[in-house]
T-cell receptor, first 113, second 114 residues
Framework: SQTIHQWPATLVQPVGSPLSLECTVEGTSNPNLYWYRQAAGRGLQLLFYSVGIGQISSEVPQNLSASRPQDRQFILSSKKLLLSDSGFYLC????????????FGPGTRLTVL | AQSVSQHNHHVILSEAASLELGCNYSYGGTVNLFWYVQYPGQHLQLLLKYFSGDPLVKGIKGFEAEFIKSKFSFNLRKPSVQWSDTAEYFCAVNAGGGADGLTFGKGTHLIIQP
């Protein structure tokens, strides 16, 4: 089964600074990958998903962008962070074999000050 | 676009009490339905899911959920909760395709008192 790694686990950044969060997946190939954000008092919101290298779909217009430079690597970025970017960022992978089930990584806690 | 509503944001129960967490979704077509759980300090993990067939689905740790299409609901139940069930519970829907992302409810924070 797949294992999802996220780095870093926690991050504190000043407003206006850049951001790069990394997600890597083991145990599967050509997975569908997803970035979600959970802001305080809100549910998980889908930000981006990718069905393959270089293929990114954006669900919510915002200050963030995503890239998929390798099959099992998914990166979330920002050129200039806003206070509203604070939250818990989760990477997910779609299960193989038509299971339609997403499996989640441990997440990154981002605080923008 | 689909949406998910979880009616209870905070629930406090005593051990051995019965649990029912409400979840309603809005989408007119075929949906896949999920309940995820996040225990303190742990990853978000799948509790149970419904794709088709028997609308009463059973998941891990004694949880079950019933899909009622006419009510657009997928409520989570457990007949007797334990202290270890303290967690955040999320209902989610995927509109048929599978490759698209999940739409989540805002979650229910469940606290079980010993």
């Amino acid at each position: 089964s797949q294992t999802i790694h996220q780095w870093p686990a926690t991050l504190v950044q000043p407003v206006g600074s850049p951001l790069s969060l990394e997600c890597t997946v083991e145990g599967t190939s050509n997975p569908n990958l997803y970035w979600y954000r959970q802001a305080a008092g809100r549910g998980l919101q889908l930000l981006f998903y990718s069905v393959g290298i270089g293929q990114i779909s954006s669900e919510v217009p915002q200050n963030l962008s995503a890239s998929r430079p390798q099959d099992r690597q998914f990166i979330l970025s920002s050129k200039k962070l806003l206070l509203s970017d604070s939250g818990f960022y989760l990477c997910a992978c779609l299960g193989q074999g038509g299971a339609h089930t997403q499996y989640f990584g441990p997440g990154t806690r981002l605080t923008v000050l | 676009a689909q949406s998910v509503s979880q009616h209870n944001h905070h629930v406090i129960l005593s051990e051995a009490a019965s649990l029912e967490l409400g979840c309603n979704y809005s989408y007119g077509g075929t949906v896949n339905l999920f309940w995820y759980v996040q225990y303190p300090g742990q990853h978000l993990q799948l509790l149970l899911k419904y794709f088709s067939g028997d609308p009463l689905v059973k998941g891990i740790k004694g949880f079950e959920a019933e899909f009622i299409k006419s009510k657009f609901s997928f409520n989570l139940r457990k007949p007797s909760v334990q202290w270890s069930d303290t967690a955040e519970y999320f209902c989610a829907v995927n509109a048929g395709g599978g490759a698209d992302g999940l739409t989540f409810g805002k979650g229910t924070h469940l606290i079980i008192q010993p």
